[in-house]
Each structure stands twice: as C-alpha cells, then as structure tokens.
C-alpha cells in the first residue's frame, strides 16, 4: 500500500509529524538504502525497507494487546493530566493504538488495546450483546434472591435518556462468599479515597451491555455498594493471570481467531 513516508513514520510512534520531517532532513532516515529523501515521498509500507539511525521500522498493519489495567489509569488513547492504558504499552509499534471498551479510572482488570476499528464496532455494537464479566466485591451480604432480580432486568437511573431511567438486559450473577475483611475504595460520589471494614460479598456478574457506571448502580439499586471490581473477561476472552496489573501481552492468533469468530 502506497502511504507518504512522514504519515508512516508517524504511525510507527518514531514523533510527531514536525519531528519526522526534521529526521527526514538530517538524513536519519532511510528507504531501501537512500536518505537522501522528502516527506511526501510515497513508499510501500508492505515492500519498501525503511530505517531509522539503522534500525528497521516494523509496522504491523494491526496490533492486539490485551492489558490487565491498574486503578488510576484511564481508559483512553491519549490524555495531558492523566497516565492512559495506551501510555502503559511501551513495546506499540503504531501511534493509532486506543481501547476496545472502556474501565472507570479506578476499576481493574482485561482492556484490549488495538488499532482494530472494525473489530471494535462489532465487539461493542449493543446488537452483537458481546458478554463481559467482573469479579467485585460488594458491601454487606448480598442476599440469594438478588441473583433473580438481577436476571430479570433492572430499572435505572439513566440522565441520557427522556424518561430518565432504563431497563438492564439480563444479568447473570453468581455470589461466591461473604467474608469480613478491611478494604481501601475510592469513593463514588465523592471521588475520595475510603477505608472500610466489615462484611463483603465476592461475586461474579456478566452483563451484555455497557451502560456508564452499571455495574455499580444495579448493586445500588439492592443496598449495596461496589467496593472493587475488576473485569476478567470480554466475550471468549479471559484476562491471563499471569499478568500483574499494569502488565500486557500481545494476543496470540488462537485468541484472535476466537475473538473474531465470536463476532
């Protein structure tokens, strides 16, 4: 495919499209041998060898990573104030990297990050009804009746919409344990940080759709509160646990073939 070299480079992530054209005028940059070169060039991104101080710039077409993101960062392609899930993939190799489905800032847990358009429309078009998955821990004991509540749809609040308040497609909740133990949270309202001890309940929930907050405003809607939580997986794809929060790996082909297929 024919592309101009500085458009190139700059999806390589090698800068900003001042600062590849500055490279390119120093000569740092070379295609198939010559630096003797000027931006609008037009190369073959699949054919043509191009170099950077020597060393070959790789560009894949796509990249998929999936990321097991920490309390903090925000789920976005780029931002000034605040550290972003695309900031923590060090190893891209494109600059059009962004998030496949968003977290809260301090939610945790499996973000895809690609450059994958086509394969984020489907994952997150409300027609596809793609799962996710979260384990969280709520306050209090969450009672069994909750589990047919949740499965039979819920009424929330939604300021989005005229009549002010929407319907949950059936969720699936399976609760694991009440427990007593201390946790630290950051408070929904007042986004400040909290300390909290007493009884919690471990659960799983899977949902089909990805309305703002959901999650904790159904836990709301029974009494409880969301205290931490984490999604582990999105459609087929489970979050590896091996993977720390913070940590990332590429996906591998059996997980995109599956990915794809389920879509």
């Known amino acids: ?62 990249e998929y990573f999936m990321l097991n993101k920490p309390a903090g960062v925000i ?20 600059a059009d990297l962004f998030p496949i489905g968003r977290l809260d800032k301090d939610t945790h847990g499996l973000v895809i990050i690609s450059n994958d358009g086509e394969l984020a429309h ?20 969450i009672k069994a009746e909750v589990v047919d509540t949740f499965l039979k749809g819920i009424v929330l609040k939604d300021s989005s919409k005229e009549e002010g308040s ?9 609760i694991l344990e009440t427990t007593s133990e201390a946790l630290d949270y950051v408070d929904e309202d007042s986004r400040e940080e909290r300390h909290y001890e007493g009884k919690l309940t471990a659960c799983r929930i899977t949902i089909k759709e990805g309305k703002y907050h959901q999650i904790k ?43 794809k297929a389920l879509v």
């Open 1 to 62: 495919m024919l592309v101009r070299l500085d458009k190139h480079l700059v999806e390589a992530s090698v800068g900003t499209r001042s600062q590849v054209k500055e490279l390119i005028k120093k000569g740092r940059i070379s295609v198939n041998g010559n630096n003797k070169l000027k931006a609008e060039l037009k190369i073959d991104n699949e054919k043509d060898k191009i170099f950077f101080d020597g060393q070959e710039i790789i560009l894949k077409r796509f």
């Open 75 to 94: 789920s976005a392609s780029r931002d000034k104030n605040a550290k972003t899930v695309v900031d923590l993939i060090v190893n891209k190799t494109r």
């Open 122 to 141: 489907k994952m997150l078009s409300p027609k596809k009804h793609v799962e996710k998955t979260y384990f969280l821990k709520a306050r209090g004991e």
């Open 166 to 174: 929407f319907k949950t497609l059936p969720a699936r909740l399976e």
């Open 217 to 259: 405003k159904m836990f709301r809607a029974v009494g409880s509160e969301v205290l931490y939580l984490q999604r582990v997986s999105m459609g087929n794809l489970e979050l590896d646990p091996s993977l720390a929060e913070g940590e990332y790996r590429e996906l591998t082909e059996k997980e995109l073939e599956d990915l």
